[in-house]
């Protein structure tokens, strides 16, 4: 049973991604299709973000009170289970200090900031272009573009 | 007890994509656009992400829904003469046959489904991603940055300071292109019919 659970949330994000994936392919109105793009990049943000997580892990954010200095309060505030943990996997993401932490992986939420911010610039960019389409053809319907290109 | 507020969130997210999907009206839409983003941004806290988790709220949800308003504003599909528009002209016309578009998504959604059995299981302390670099990012910031809290601001404005600078470029460059293609210009032959065209929706 857990053999399944242990994926939900790639199939989960996979039914996202498809969905956004569908809106692209199969509607044919401009603004639709950039709306579908952006379901599909969330979607992704969201895989990579899932991939991050550790099982009782909390957000990697040090305690501030222990400096690099206060090895010698051990797992002083942390529960067995957490203890537990720690000492099965010895090399998970840690704190630096020896209070017995398990914090979640900080890569994947730095990689998809730079991805939003990348995404809302390529989002900008394709909404500028919809404008100017619209500007030029009158429409915003991607088969009657490609009319008025085969007709010209 | 997570599940219960994880699972809520999750079952409307999947329910705001179809949705999106399936509905005509674009400026209904942009909104369900934007409750999406929202509700991503919700399940990225939950899942020890809160810098993700503002982020998206603050650009996905919000400076995305704004420039999409502004664009639909811009691209009625019909012009009045009275220059009121009604809701109609936000429609988007109803597709074709969507049989093809749904094989092909179902067949790739299966692929991909069949590539996850092989992925790490969700939370495991040692699936590949958590157990490199050793030693971690977490363990290394706190000396390097002499104290500083928070490892993923750490990362991202030291470790990974270029990649961040080539971003800020990348903005930069995006904000250009958007500029130069709204440009009126003046001197072109066919100003006089785009610039009709712009200006009964200025």
Known sequence: ?152 | MMDFIVIPILALLAATAVTVARIRNLWAAVMFTGIYSFLSASWMLILDAPDVAFTEAAVGAGITTILMLATLSLTPRRQRKSGRLSSEDFEERPSKSPLVPLLIVTITGCALVYGTFDMPHFGDPNAPIQVYPNPSFVEKSQPDMHGLPNVVTAVLASYRGYDTLGETAVIFTAGIAVLLILRKNTDDQSSSESQSVTGENA
């Open chain 1, 1 to 152: 049973m857990t053999e399944i659970l242990g994926l939900y949330n790639y199939w989960i994000v996979i039914f996202l991604m498809m969905t956004g994936f569908y809106i692209v392919i199969a509607r044919e109105n401009l603004i639709k299709t950039i709306i579908g793009l952006n379901i599909f990049q969330t979607s992704v943000f969201l895989l990579y973000i899932t991939m991050g997580k550790v099982t009782h892990g909390t957000a990697p954010i040090l305690k501030a009170s222990h400096g690099g200095e206060s090895h010698g309060v051990e797992g002083h505030g942390a529960d067995h289970g957490h203890e537990l943990h720690v000492a099965a996997e010895g090399h998970v993401d840690l704190g630096v200090d020896a209070v017995k932490e398990v914090y979640s992986n900080p890569i994947p939420s730095v990689l998809m900031l730079t991805a939003i911010v990348v995404g809302i610039a390529t989002t900008a960019l394709a909404l500028a272009l919809v404008v100017r389409i619209r500007e030029e053809y009158g429409t915003i319907e991607e088969d009657e573009i490609l009319e008025m290109d085969r007709n010209s």
